[in-house]
């Protein structure tokens, strides 16, 4: 019960990453809300998890939607002492055929929704004593890799952020750090293979291990640096990725 009586916001927390994270904290003791924008996939997550798993339906780059959220992680369980800035797409191809509006698209979720979870959880956290904010990145923001401009910017910004927090705010008990994923099996890469953006194999290739990880593995990382086992942990942007970024 690593996280007993902890109170849990999780962004992006109804499928892949975030979905498997908020099923492990909730084994671990903690009353979770998952935010997301899919609606159906929320409710069934909430269905499914039970009584101490709520799901917002929010969009993550509003700040007047993070006003609602935090208010609705009040109201039901409280002030939250862990935050999973989980949220993010991606989009695959060359710099050349992006357009402006599917740059500032991807960087607004996969960076700005960062931003204003922190924004709005770091006072709260430091009312109560402190807290933990875990920020999704990727090995891509770490790394180069074709055809993901937008992506590895947005990540490599994530990161660059987290540091900055976990530097300005740890005398208040705040900790800040990133999970960097590699190739991952969640719905969202599923689709990718299946629209032929990218196949299993070619992201498996990748890998030095050969697969691709399993948003449990992933999730496994966010409960250790949540919890007060990585209690001397801040700062830290710690690859997943089957060693990836080793090769």
């Not at 357009?99 to 700005?112: A, K, M, P, Y």
């Not at 990727?138 to 180069?144: A, E, R, V």
Request: with cysteine.
């Amino acid at each position: 019960m690593r996280l007993k009586d902890k109170v849990a916001i999780i962004t992006g927390g109804a499928s892949g990453i975030g979905k498997a994270t908020a099923l492990r904290f909730l084994q671990e003791g903690a009353r979770v809300v998952i935010v997301d924008v899919d609606q159906d996939a929320g409710k069934e997550t909430e269905k499914s998890a039970g009584g101490a798993l709520r799901f917002l339906n929010a969009d993550v780059t509003s700040e007047a939607e993070w006003q609602r959220i935090m208010e609705f992680t009040r109201t039901q369980f409280g002030r939250p002492d862990v935050l999973f800035g989980n949220a993010g797409t991606n989009l695959m191809k060359p710099i050349t055929e992006f357009s402006v509006e599917e740059w500032e698209r991807i960087l607004s979720l996969n960076l700005r929704g960062v931003f204003l979870g922190a924004k709005h959880c770091i006072s709260v956290m430091i009312e109560g004593g402190g807290g933990s904010i875990i920020n999704t990145a990727s090995s891509f923001g770490l790394i180069g890799t074709p055809r993901t401009p937008a992506y590895s910017a947005s990540k490599g910004g994530v990161i660059a952020l987290s540091r900055q927090l976990a530097v300005e705010y740890a005398r208040q008990g705040i900790r800040v750090n990133c999970v960097c994923p590699g190739p991952t099996l969640t719905p969202r890469l599923q689709r990718y293979s299946d629209q032929g953006t990218i196949s299993i194999k070619e992201m498996e290739a990748m890998v030095p291990m050969g697969r691709m990880a399993r948003p449990e593995e992933i999730a496994a990382m966010v409960l250790f640096l949540a919890s007060d086992e990585a209690s001397y942990v801040t700062g830290a942007a710690i690859p997943v990725d089957g060693g990836q970024t080793a090769d």
